[in-house]
T-cell receptor, first 116, second 110 residues
C-alpha cells in the first residue's frame, strides 16, 4: 500500500484566485491521478500525471484551468486556476495500488475546496 | 456514454443483518469491477475487486458478479455501525477507463 499526504485538507477561496494542491507519496509511483468529487456526486477523473511528460487530461478538463506538475516519482501538484463557485468540490490525489492499470487506487485525504 | 448506476440510498440495515448493495453497468465489455468505501469527509478506500462471474469472499464482504446481467453486488454480513459509509462501485470499461457510480449511502442502525 502507499501512504499519500495531500494538502491543504480544505480551503475557502475567492472567485478569480488560484489554489495549488500538493500530493506527496511515500514511494515511487509511475502514474498519479487527480479526481474531482462534486457535492453528492461520484468521482470524475481530471487527469493522469506521469513523471517526465505532460499530464493527460480527460474530456472537459483543460491544462489552462487545471495545470499539473509532476517533477518526480513521489510528488505532484494540481492547480485550480481562476476559480469560480462551480469549482467547489473535493479534489483527490490517487496512485495505483500495484495492479498497474490504475484500478486499485490509493487515495490521499482529499482537499475540500469552497469558492465564494 | 458508459454508465455505472447505483441506488443513492440511504439504505438502512439493522446491526447484525446482511447489507446488500447493487450496481449495474452499461458497457458489456467491462472486465474489472471494484467496490470502494468512503466514510463521510474521507477519501475512498478499496475493499473488494472481482473479475470473474460468481462470488468472491473476503471476511464479512462478498462481491458477486453477473456479466450476463451486467450487475455487480456487495454483501456485508453481520453489519456493524462502523460499516456505515457510502459505497462506490467502479468499473473498468472496454476502453480501459475507470467509471465510477455515484455511490450508495449505507446506514447501520444499532
Amino acid at each position: 500500500s502507499a501512504v499519500i499526504s495531500q494538502k491543504p485538507s480544505r480551503d475557502i477561496c475567492q472567485r478569480g484566485t488560484s489554489l495549488t494542491i500538493q500530493c506527496q507519496v511515500d514511494s515511487q509511483v509511475t502514474m498519479m491521478f487527480w479526481y474531482r468529487q462534486q457535492p453528492g456526486q461520484s468521482l470524475t477523473l481530471i487527469a493522469t500525471a506521469n513523471q517526465g511528460s505532460e499530464a493527460t487530461y480527460e474530456s472537459g478538463f483543460v491544462i489552462d484551468k487545471f495545470p499539473i506538475s509532476r517533477p518526480n516519482l513521489t510528488f505532484s501538484t494540481l492547480t485550480v486556476s481562476n476559480m469560480s463557485p462551480e469549482d467547489s468540490s473535493i479534489y483527490h490525489c490517487s496512485v495505483d495500488g500495484g495492479g498497474g492499470a490504475g484500478e486499485k487506487l490509493f487515495f490521499g485525504s482529499g482537499t475540500q475546496l469552497s469558492v465564494l | 456514454q458508459k454508465e455505472v448506476e447505483q441506488n443513492s440510498g440511504p439504505l438502512s440495515v439493522p446491526e447484525g443483518a446482511i447489507a446488500s448493495l447493487n450496481c449495474t453497468y452499461s458497457d458489456r465489455g467491462s472486465q474489472s469491477f471494484f467496490w470502494y468505501r468512503q466514510y463521510s469527509g474521507k477519501s475512498p478506500e478499496l475493499i473488494m475487486s472481482i473479475y470473474s462471474n460468481g462470488d468472491k469472499e473476503d471476511g464479512r464482504f462478498t462481491a458477486q458478479l453477473n456479466k450476463a446481467s451486467q450487475y455487480v453486488s456487495l454483501l456485508i454480513r453481520d453489519s456493524q455501525p462502523s460499516d456505515s459509509a457510502t459505497y462506490l462501485c467502479a468499473v473498468r470499461g472496454s476502453n480501459y477507463q475507470l467509471i465510477w457510480g455515484a455511490g450508495t449511502k449505507l446506514i447501520i442502525k444499532p
